[in-house]
């Protein structure tokens, strides 16, 4: 009995130490965003999604309701550009999602590195 109370002890400080850290984890909603690099740029047209990752923007800033325009490096022409509706900010991996839908998730985004607020 003694051994099951521990036991219970152990996991209930466990919980209460792991939870906050996994909620602080997640990304969450920012207004505004300003980065160094570019990573990719998930583009969906007509249902179909393409990948672009030797890219541009026209701006290293952004906050929601601008517009942002994507260059494609390769061939130097505008791929998109898109009114910005959401910003989610990873703040241990410094990385910035942009989208062009409200919400957590978009259907075409940005993801940007060395990300701040």
């Not at 209930?12 to 602080?24: E, G, N, R």
């Amino acid at each position: 009995m003694l051994m099951i109370k521990k036991i219970h002890f152990i996991l209930t400080i466990a919980f209460l130490i792991l939870v906050p850290l996994s909620i602080k984890a997640q990304p969450s909603q920012v207004p505004d965003a300003s980065w160094g690099s570019v990573d990719h740029f998930k583009h969906n047209s007509s249902g179909e999604s393409q990948t672009f990752k030797n890219i541009k923007l026209s701006s290293n800033s952004i906050a929601v309701g601008k517009d942002i325009t994507v260059i494609n490096l390769d061939t130097g022409n505008e791929i998109a550009t898109f009114n910005v509706k959401s910003i989610r900010y990873g703040r241990q991996v410094k990385m910035c999602w942009i989208g062009d839908s409200v919400g957590m998730i978009s259907e075409s985004y940005i993801t940007v590195k060395e990300c701040t607020r």
